[in-house]
């Protein structure tokens, strides 16, 4: 693997490690998961698909940050307004 792409892939799971720790299941789910995520993929060589599987990892975080942003706006909607009935 290209040391490029190998700073990639940590990062990527520094990044997602970072982010499970919030997770609604518990952050040793998360990273259970995640784990078993990167393993299933270490034996893959080929500079595409690492590519790929990077951007779709991206899409993983984007989706969490979004999770977590709702989460946080309905706990604030929560204490400024009355529950709708």
Do not use: C, W
């Not at 993929?41 to 989706?63: C, H, M, S, W, Y």
Request: avoid cysteine; proline fraction near 4%.
């Amino acid at each position: 693997m290209a040391n490029h792409l190998r700073g990639q892939v940590m990062r990527l799971y520094k990044n997602l490690l970072y982010l499970g720790r919030e997770y609604p299941k518990g952050s040793a789910y998360f990273r259970e998961r995640l784990k078993s995520a990167f393993m299933k993929n270490k034996d893959v060589t080929d500079p595409e698909k690492i590519k790929q599987l990077v951007a779709r990892g991206d899409f993983v975080i984007k989706e969490l940050e979004a999770l977590y942003f709702l989460r946080k706006y309905r706990a604030m909607k929560k204490r400024y307004y009355e529950p709708e009935k």
